[in-house]
């Protein structure tokens, strides 16, 4: 009898704890990672096909398992591990979503250039799976680790064209770019480790800094500035656009997704009580984003080049909502314009790649008299286009307005007033090209569009751009009474970080 009592007093195995298998989304991508490596092999790479079903099927059973275990309330995984609530949970979606529609996107485009398909499917998916980790992590050598899977995976995804200059430039570069920001932030997390007496918690951290009173000290503004500027640095901004087209549209979303969720809880945890020191930090780079971006896109004659740059723009108006540090309003006109630019970002650039595969350029005076020869490949980027220069009474203009507003309202008076300036200048480079396809005419530059998908292992795979831009269009361009019930969704379950 005592030893039928100490065995159900026994905890179960570690995987079967209710926490623990709220891990099973991650899961399910790494379970699809192993098997591709195996079919890969099996097949030496000939049934790409099958390969893009792996891919594809282990990121929708995520998505579903992701829903099945859906938790409003915080769960702890394991003693001081990460822990699982509704914001984890949002922003574990949007990942999941991101590399879901960059695969589908990218199947035409990896078939008929011949690319490495087995690289491609494992980078996009790592990366998405390391994003996932920072958006629940509790301690700074988990966020740490977490965003450098995604960097990591990030950098070799930008080169896998390893015969193309550009892109290997491009990895040259961002690993340069990104091994400096690491350094910076793993120097500004060493120095909250040793100011709050040698703890990783974030909570620890905050009551250490406390107890130390060391919470104004120069230390601390020292370790805001390494932290801000090492994360400011982590989403890939330039010079991604070297990459090929369908990598440029993962990261022009992933990381979107990805430093806002890491930055949320790391700045509302840790940096709650010395709020001036970061604010004023963030606020100086949501402006500096807004106006560098867009004024640099304007510049641009290539129409991936302008998209990658345009994003730049985005995250500033993203940490708008992070800088009203309300999880009912500010944080919900994040999670609603973080969901909107998503699919307004991969509904363009389907349209960009479809284009790209047709014509052989991304040069933007090649878009002239567009109308006139394929309506259909029109219409994607001319709405998604609109919607993300917010252009009413499309998704993106409702969704610009509501994250405006409550920055306003939580008294970001320095930030505020820029964003709908600097929104202007992205109207004008946008309609500058809606223009060229509707009303000009073609002339002895413009090249003649034709189906360069002429293979039958590529025919057969054809519609995959047509189905993300079926997906992307509805979702990027629905109206403000669509837009609502989002909204409404996200404030009633959106209560913790």
């Not at 000939?46 to 990121?59: C, E, F, G, M, P």
């Not at 430093?259 to 604010?279: D, M, N, Q, V």
């Not at 389907?350 to 029109?378: C, E, H, Q, W």
Request: proline share 5%.
């Amino acid at each position: 009898m005592n030893l039928l009592c100490t065995m159900n007093s026994i905890d179960p195995p570690f995987f079967f704890h209710h926490g623990n298998s709220l891990i099973l989304p991650e899961c399910s991508i790494i379970l699809g990672l192993i098997t591709i490596v195996i079919v890969d092999l099996i097949s030496k790479g000939k049934d790409t096909l099958l390969l893009h079903r792996i891919s594809l099927t282990s990121l929708v059973t995520s998505i579903v398992l992701l829903f099945c275990q859906w938790e409003t309330k915080s769960v702890s995984i394991a003693y001081g591990s990460p822990q699982i609530n509704t914001f984890n949970n949002i922003f574990r979606l949007l990942l999941l979503i991101c590399p879901l529609l960059s695969v589908l996107s990218s199947i035409d485009y990896v078939r008929c250039t011949k690319t490495a398909l087995t690289e491609f499917s494992l980078f996009i998916s790592t990366a998405g799976l390391g994003g996932m980790f920072p958006c629940r992590a509790d301690d700074s050598i988990t966020i740490f680790v977490a965003l450098e899977c995604l960097s990591l995976s990030s950098y070799l995804l930008s080169g896998y064209t390893k015969r193309d200059i550009r892109s290997n430039e491009a990895t040259m570069k961002f690993l340069l770019m990104g091994g400096a920001s690491s350094s910076i932030l793993a120097y500004g997390f060493s120095l909250l480790y040793g100011l709050s007496g040698g703890n990783i918690q974030l909570d620890d951290i905050v009551a250490g800094l406390v107890s130390t009173q060391m919470y104004h000290s120069i230390g601390i503004s020292i370790s805001i500035t390494c932290i801000v500027v090492g994360m400011g640095f982590k989403p890939p901004l330039v010079p991604f656009h070297q990459s090929p087209t369908p990598v440029v549209a993962f990261f022009s979303v992933a990381s979107k997704v990805a430093a806002p969720a890491s930055s949320t809880r790391l700045f509302g945890i840790t940096f709650s009580y010395p709020s001036g020191e970061w604010h004023i930090a963030l606020g100086i780079l949501a402006t500096s984003s807004m106006i560098s971006g867009n004024l640099i896109a304007v510049t641009q004659t290539s129409m991936k080049r302008m998209l990658a740059y345009s994003p730049i723009s985005q995250i500033g108006y993203i940490i708008i909502g992070i800088l009203a540090a309300d999880p009912e309003n500010g944080y919900a006109s994040m999670i609603t314009y973080t969901f909107i630019h998503i699919f307004m970002n991969l509904g363009t650039f389907s349209g960009i790649t479809l284009f790209g595969l047709r014509t052989g350029t991304d040069n933007i005076r090649y878009y002239a008299g567009l109308y006139m020869k394929d309506p259909v490949l029109t219409f994607s980027p001319v709405l998604c286009l609109l919607s993300l220069g917010g252009i009413p009474p499309l998704a993106g203009f409702f969704g610009k307005l509501y994250l405006f507003w409550h920055g306003w309202k939580a008294g970001l008076y320095p930030s505020v007033p820029i964003a709908p300036i600097t929104s202007v200048i992205s109207i004008y480079y946008y309609l500058k090209i809606i223009k060229l396809m509707f009303t000009e005419k073609n002339d002895k530059s413009t090249i003649h569009i034709e189906d360069r998908l002429v293979s039958s292992s590529t025919s057969n795979s054809k519609s995959s751009i047509e189905i993300a831009m079926i997906v992307c269009v509805p979702a990027s361009t629905s109206s403000g009474t669509s837009i609502d019930p989002i909204i409404g969704i996200t404030k009633n379950t959106l209560f913790q970080i």
